[in-house]
Nanobody
Framework: QVQLVESGGGLVQPGGSLRLSCAASGSIFSIYDMGWYRQAPGKQRELVASISSGGSTNYADSVKGRFTISRDNAKNTVYLQMNSLKPEDTAVYYC????????????????WGRGTQVTVSS
């Protein structure tokens, strides 16, 4: 089975920065699209940023210009660099990856991390 583990969340003041990491492990054959989602209390989970295996990126309008998504395929890891953080960015951030495993080659399945809390407050 595949596991995604997020790290890097925490409490930061408005205008500050955080870097989130998400490492995938397990019986991985190949990783395709990877992304970051977030969910604030009482809100639906929303896509923050995504990156394809070829490096194409997509950002939510609310974070464009402030956040940067990247990946290290050798480490099976996706990152989210968050700059100029605002209180509105406060949420639980989840990583996501489309993966084929060594036991299900050719079948893509979406995997989720358990989330990491990001709180932006003075």
């Amino acid at each position: 089975q595949v596991q995604l583990v997020e790290s890097g969340g925490g409490l930061v003041q408005p205008g500050g920065s955080l870097r989130l990491s998400c490492a995938a492990s397990g019986s991985i054959f190949s990783i395709y699209d990877m992304g970051w989602y977030r969910q604030a209390p009482g809100k639906q989970r929303e896509l923050v940023a995504s990156i394809s295996s070829g490096g194409s990126t997509n950002y939510a309008d609310s974070v464009k210009g402030r956040f940067t998504i990247s990946r290290d395929n050798a480490k099976n890891t996706v990152y989210l660099q968050m700059n100029s953080l605002k209180p509105e960015d406060t949420a639980v951030y989840y990583c996501n990856a489309d993966i084929t495993t060594t036991r299900t080659v050719g079948i893509r399945q979406k995997y989720w991390g358990r989330g990491t809390q990001v709180t932006v407050s003075s």
